[in-house]
Structures are given as structure tokens and as C-alpha cells.
């Protein structure tokens, strides 16, 4: 009989509460069933980075190919990597490419453990061959041919948890976005220059058609300028048409400034209110966020 060796080491400060605490959230939010699948995936990581650094200082472009092909051939990094990327990986990122996460992110399973179950049952293949070991990694390759093996007394019941799970996640994520645009300041913002905009456009509206009631006095001035210049009346006519202009221009800026004067208070006064129900309405998401935070601690 084969012996198997041990593929990890336990840590140096196994009781340190900072770690316990670590690796009880990750056990917790991957369905672990011990914490020595921890350590596998921790051994696994420090290996990739064993070899990186060792590439690094050997500048072998080959062994980099290599080795950046297998870590992206796995999911761990996306195409176009470097080895910068592989230092930069985490435990979660090796977890999160194990068979039971990526069966239970499919929804073949409602929670982490009776993903766990379905596979340690039997009840889950890989291109049609039976696979019983929730910590294997998967590759990309792989990933596309998981689905519920064939002789599997539970593939019905399987598949119909599987649709149910992918329509309450459909619905949730639907929730989210419409939550989250609920709470986007940047439609907040749009908004709140809606309001603003009214105000000003109105004051644009009357400077353009006291503009034009001035043009047409000046294009009137003007024609009369014209009419007693042929008569011989220049310089009358000339200082005439300045006078008149002026005045003009003079009681336009006057009604201009009035108009601007009102709207100005109203845009402030609008500013505030949209600033009052963007601030309400971020204390309303922080609050939420707390709680559902305090939920997920408790749990």
C-alpha cells in the first residue's frame, strides 16, 4: 500500500487569535470542513511564490512562460499576466477555484456544505466522470464540464435545486443593482443639476429675449440713423442713436440682475433640500449596510 505524505505543515503559531480568527472566517465562508484544508491551499500558495521569486532572480523566461500559463490554465490570474500577478495571489483565490466553491457557485447546492455533500456522495462529474473530492483544483478547462453525474439517483431533484437557486440569485442581484442605484450619488448629483439647471435656464431664457428686444430697438435706431443721415443730420442723429442705445441697454441690465437676484435664491434654496435627501438617503444605505454586517458576524 502507497503512503501518502503529508502535503502541508502546521503553522508555527497555530493558537495566535489573530490567525484563529482568520481561519475561522474562511472555514465559515467555504464550507471547510477542518483546518488543515486551510493549510494545503497555504502550502500550495507558498510554493507558486517559491518558484516566482526563483524565476525573478534567474531572469529563465521559459520557466516564467511555464509557470504563468499553469496559474492562468487554473483561473487563478487572467490572460496577460506577469509573475507580479502570482506574488500578488491570496488563499482566497486559491479556494475560490476549488471544486466544491465552483459547484456551489453554479447553485448545484444551496449553501457550501451540501455542495460538500453532493460531491462526497457521489452526485457530481467532470466531462461525465464521477469526482468525489471537494478540495480538487479545477482549471478553466474543467470548469465547463461540471455538471450532475448521469447515474446519480438525485439528478432530478438536483437540477430543479440548481434552476431555483440560479432564479433566487438572478432576483438578488436584480435587488442589488437596484439597490445600489438607489444610492449612486452621481444620479443623486444628476438630479440635484436638474433642479439647479430650471432655475438657470429661466434666467437664460429672459437674457436672450431682452437681447433680442434690444437688437430689434438697435436695428430701429439704426434705420433712423440712416434716414436723417441722407438728410444732412449727422451728427444730431449720431448722438441720438448713442442715447438711446444706452438707455436700453441700461434698463435691460437693470431687469437682468432682478431676475438673476430671484433665481438665485431658488437654486439655493433647491441645493439645500438635495442636499438634505442625498445625505438622508446615504445614512439610510450606511445603516442597512450595518446591520446586514452585524447579521452576517452573528452568523
Request: charged share 45%; glycine share 4%.
Amino acid at each position: 500500500m502507497r503512503k501518502h505524505r503529508k502535503r502541508y505543515s502546521r503553522p508555527k503559531k497555530p493558537w495566535s487569535k489573530e490567525r484563529l480568527d482568520s481561519e475561522r472566517g474562511i472555514a465559515s465562508e467555504y464550507g471547510l470542513r477542518r483546518k488543515g484544508e486551510i493549510w494545503k491551499v497555504e502550502a500550495r500558495l507558498r510554493e507558486f511564490r517559491r518558484r516566482a521569486r526563483e524565476i525573478v532572480a534567474s531572469q529563465n523566461k521559459v520557466a516564467e512562460k511555464e509557470l504563468v500559463d499553469k496559474i492562468i490554465g487554473l483561473g487563478l490570474i487572467p490572460r496577460e499576466s506577469h509573475l507580479d500577478d502570482v506574488l500578488a495571489l491570496t488563499v482566497n483565490n486559491l479556494l475560490d477555484r476549488r471544486l466544491q466553491t465552483i459547484v456551489f457557485r453554479k447553485g448545484i447546492g444551496s449553501t457550501q456544505k451540501q455542495a460538500r455533500q453532493f460531491i462526497t456522495h457521489g452526485h457530481i462529474a467532470i466531462d461525465g466522470r464521477r469526482v468525489e473530492w471537494p478540495s480538487a483544483f479545477i482549471s478553466l478547462e474543467q470548469e465547463e464540464k461540471i455538471g450532475i453525474y448521469g447515474n446519480s439517483k438525485l439528478k432530478d431533484a438536483i437540477v430543479k435545486l440548481k434552476n431555483a437557486n440560479q432564479k433566487l440569485k438572478k432576483q438578488e442581484a436584480k435587488k442589488a443593482e437596484e439597490k445600489a442605484a438607489e444610492a449612486k450619488p452621481e444620479e443623486n448629483l444628476e438630479k440635484s443639476a436638474e433642479v439647479i439647471k430650471s432655475p438657470v435656464d429661466a434666467v437664460a431664457d429672459v437674457v436672450a429675449k431682452d437681447v433680442a428686444v434690444v437688437k430689434e430697438k438697435v436695428e430701429e435706431t439704426v434705420k433712423e440713423v440712416v434716414e436723417e443721415v441722407k438728410e444732412g443730420k449727422t451728427k444730431e442723429a449720431a448722438e441720438k442713436a448713442v442715447d438711446h442705445v444706452e438707455n436700453e441697454v441700461v434698463e435691460v441690465a437693470s431687469e437682468v440682475k432682478e431676475e438673476m437676484k430671484k433665481d438665485a435664491e431658488e437654486v439655493k434654496e433647491k441645493v439645500a433640500e438635495v442636499v438634505a435627501e442625498v445625505k438622508e438617503k446615504v445614512e439610510e444605505v450606511a445603516a442597512e449596510v450595518k446591520e446586514k454586517v452585524e447579521e452576517v458576524k452573528k452568523e
